[in-house]
């Protein structure tokens, strides 16, 4: 943070990160990188060099054809893990701890001025018209309202991350998990040990439907061991974005969606308590009722929120 302040320059968080590595809430905090080359080069147009800390150059998704930057954009990558400072295309690469590498960069550079424009969030949207679904994006908004600082946020809801890291501003260290490959099954599994190993901590898992039955065992685990995590999974009844891939190649994807799993009995049958929620009221009573416990709570929860696809 240090080195940002002294540099006065806007400060992105890498793609498919599985952390947060600056505080969201910073005026500097610039927003997530895109995934797609050609955002990724137009964005940094206008900056002559780029510094990646603690991350590859650059982590991206879908291939594109063309550069990365553009040529008038140098690209220098601090890091500790040899394989991904080798693999990263960039100009200058620097194999060190990046923290003592931003600290000594910090104490040698002269005060620079500059303004990020800030980040925008956007507004809560309005609870649905009577018997009209809910969207993720009511979820993620009453949870960004409601979430201590501290919290561990454990993100595993493939289609609604793009809502989560634009609705919720990551404030302390450990406050975001997820896994940064993409493999589905972390989330619901590793909440339950975060919360084992960091009982100080809030823990909240949000997750999709179709990723929480790939570790869906480990609720019997939290039951069993008294773990105050709770989950709350967005029930589109499909793998939302997978369909939207395959809506994208103009094609019905070969997987069925499945309205009708059942995950608050599920848990049950894990002897862990659940909620079935579907209406906006019900939403924010429930999580009114239970965010608060959750510093304290010894047991975990399933909260089944039934939401549209996005
Ligand atoms: C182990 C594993 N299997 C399959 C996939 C492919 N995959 C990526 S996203 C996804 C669907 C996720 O569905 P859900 O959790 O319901 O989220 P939604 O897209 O509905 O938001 C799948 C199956 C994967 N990433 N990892
Ligand atoms: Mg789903």
Redesign the pocket.
Known sequence: MSLAERLACPVWQDTFSSRAGFPQHHPQFAGHLPWGRSELRSLFAGNDLVLAVGTPAFRLYLYEPGRLTEPTTRVAVVGDDADEVLRSPCDLALLAPPAAVCAQLAERLPQRTGTVVPIHRPSAPAPPPAGEALSAAHVVAALAERLADDTILVE?????RPEILARIATRSPLGFVAVAN????FGLASAVGLRMTRPDRPVLAL??????T?SIQALWSAAHYGVGVVFVV?G?G?????DQLADSHGAPGAWPSFDSLELAKVAEGMGCESRLIVTHEELLATLDEVLPTLRERQKPLLIDVRVK?S
Do not use: C, F, I, Q
């Open positions: 595993e809801a493939p289609s609604t993409g493999a589905l099954g997750l999709g439907d179709g990723s929480s790939y967005l589109n499909r793998y939302a974005v997978l696809p």
